[in-house]
């Protein structure tokens, strides 16, 4: 650090929790308030303005509602899903499978977002947009982050936030990942686009519809509203257009031609994401941030509130050590479930086998479906689910 900076430093004013988070997406106010259950002081900053829409998966997979249910978040609005359903046109597959034990939920990011603000100020968070990081350090007995107005940015009014702890929770294109050295050189070559219709009636289900090199989801979010996100590879353009994508589903692009657009497209990407290690001196990252595979399996959220659990235990233990190891668990069966997908996308023969044999045989396509939302044990329902889809995928 220069001495000019130094000064600067030392003459900006001061404040001391303890702990800060960076970003004030639903991962950071997840992680501030399993923070503030645990008694520990809380503030969050980020540059956006409060309830800023981005593109991103609005359904809430079962174990999701239960986690925010459990912090005492509460839902006013949103859509019940019962199930998930993959579509193939080609091929005329169509195999669905019910959530077990109960429902998710599927809600705009914006709606979600107010009751996560609503209940992390509740608790004595202190939750702060408009405010963008510009600076982050570290020592061995805590951590602090250099905060400037984004109005404010040409006087240059600063402010030192001081924490025991610094969580990372700044989304896909993580500044803090960087800043941290915590990033690996990014390979992801898919992209994704969603739009919001009102339409005549609404899915019970989280319906995939799939085509060669691109998918298509339809989550209901209201009783005449669904979200419809379209993903991608690099072979659509680095910008890839909503209605030309859209022109790879036929059967969806007939259902929504009486449809009416309640919101602008908007897109996202590259998804792909490493990171070395979640954690480095007094600096947790957690969500999207903490790495990202593909948003192709919709277990973004469900992830980034279990990591935010885990973070909370971990901080309230004194040691980042607790929760590294449960982020390496937590990850292990959500990145593998979302590879094999990966695959079917990428292989139309795959595709064709694994959704014929989701199709015929209703306990393998439950057995993963209760994997994938952690209804069940996952090494009791991995292997024989894995054996039975790999048996059915080698013999076609």
Known sequence: MSQHDRRSRDAAARSTVDVVVVGGGPAGLAAAIACSLRGLSVRVVDARSPGADKACGEGLMPDA?????CWGVRLRSGHPLSGIRYLDETYDVDASSEFPVRAGLGLRRTQLHECLTERALELGARVEFGRRVTRLGTSKTDAWVRCQ????????????VRGRW?????GLHSRVRSWAGLAKRRTGERYGVRQHFRVQRVPSRVEVHWSDGCEAYVTPIGEREVG?????????GLRPRFAEL????????????DATPTSR???AGPFLQKVRRPVTGRLALVGDAAGYVDAITGEGLALSFHQAEALAESLHRDSLRPYARAWRRDRLVPDAITRLVLLMSRSRRLRRRALVALQQDERLFDGLIALHVRAARPWRAAVPSATR???RLAVG
């Open 65 to 69: 509602v239960e986690q925010l249910e």
């Open 149 to 160: 107005a984004v109005r404010d940015r040409e006087d240059g009014a600063e402010e030192i």
């Open 166 to 170: 610094v969580v990372g929770a700044d």
């Open 228 to 236: 419809v996100a379209l993903l991608c590879d690099r072979r659509h």
């Open 246 to 257: 859209l022109g790879h589903f036929p059967r969806l692009r007939a259902w929504l031609e």
């Open 265 to 267: 497209p908007a897109g």
């Open 389 to 391: 889809l790999a048996w």
